[in-house]
């Protein structure tokens, strides 16, 4: 992408974000540099591929009346709670769903021509929040090579093919994927699409790829299903935190893979025994882990995942008996 073309776009993006009401494809043409250099056709093309490329980033643009009363003049718009994805730790939290602005920008706020857009709406009359500047100001970097070929794939809509390695695991395996959408979530990068091998939607971290990402010959041979929300897929399909902490106690000599996550703690603990502080999301993943090591790892806190332990060890006993 050019720098011209991706100026045009934060443009674009940054004029319907700020604008309180719904700005009518002429209002946007006279702001935008580019729109205004082009003729009435080519300004169409333009502002069409425009607009699609935005939405295939997730960005949600709206369609409306610029007079409500009358309804005779569409507009466009973009609505900041739509805009914003939650939970995000980025400060601002907004900016990590920009995929664009994070990877061309990192002043988006201080361009020139931003500015004079800014200026132009205010002198156009159009009521503007400046505030909502803040979301594409970003200040997270996307340095991993795959950045580059998943977005050059969404926004042709071309099939790639690309080697990945699961969390822990040194095997790295072949996967096919038809990406919707590069995302960023709890500051990783993400790329999600339709998975070809397993049919279902999935969800890969960037910087577990492994190698290059090849992309198919043939372009625009998929679409992205109608209604599809990148940001409720992520949040859905992304891995949850390990932001809560329980105490266990775990064999000595054994246990390997849960004390990779876990901490030693002060306490009472049997000869031949460690106490670690573990680190979990779910207590339900936490107590299967525990099971999975047998009589070497013992749960004691918090009561939770000792429950979910003593449901699962109860239901076994059940099925055996």
Avoid: C
């Amino acid at each position: 992408m050019t720098a011209r073309k991706s100026e045009r776009l934060l443009n674009l993006l940054i004029t319907l974000l700020v604008a309180r009401t719904y700005v009518a494809k002429a209002r946007i043409r006279e702001v935008i540099e580019d729109y205004q250099d082009a003729n009435d056709e080519a300004f169409e093309k333009m502002f069409e591929r425009d607009k699609e490329e935005l939405r295939s980033l997730g960005i949600p643009i709206e369609v409306g009346h610029v007079d409500r009363a009358f309804e005779d003049e569409p507009g466009y718009r973009i609505e900041r709670s739509a805009f914003e994805l939650p939970e995000i730790d980025l400060e601002p939290e907004e900016a990590a769903v920009i995929g664009l602005a994070a990877r061309v920008w990192q002043h988006a706020g201080l361009a020139s021509a931003t500015s004079d857009a800014l200026v132009k709406l205010k002198a156009a009359g159009v009521s503007v929040d400046r505030a909502a500047l803040d979301m594409v100001q970003p200040q997270l970097t996307a340095e991993e090579p795959a950045f580059e070929p998943f977005w050059e794939a969404t926004r042709t809509r071309t099939a790639v093919t690309f080697g990945y390695r699961r969390n822990n695991e040194a095997e790295v395996i072949t996967r096919h994927l038809q990406p919707w959408g590069v995302v960023s979530y709890r500051g990783r990068w993400y790329v999600v699409g339709h998975d070809t091998d397993r049919e279902a939607t999935r969800l890969f971290r960037l910087s577990r790829v492994e190698g290059p990402v090849t992309l198919a010959r043939r372009r625009g041979t998929y679409d992205v299903p109608e209604g599809t929300d990148l940001r409720a897929v992520t949040s859905t399909l992304a891995p949850a935190r390990a932001d809560r902490t329980g105490v266990v106690l775990v064999r000595q000599g054994a246990g390997f893979g849960l004390r990779r996550h876990s901490d030693p703690v002060e306490g009472d603990a049997p000869e031949g025994w460690d106490r670690l502080a573990v680190r979990y999301a779910a207590a339900g993943s936490l107590a299967d882990e525990i099971l999975g090591y047998g009589a070497d790892v013992v749960a004691l806190e918090p009561p939770e995942v000792h429950g979910e332990v003593v449901a699962r060890l109860r239901a076994l006993a059940e099925v055996a008996s």
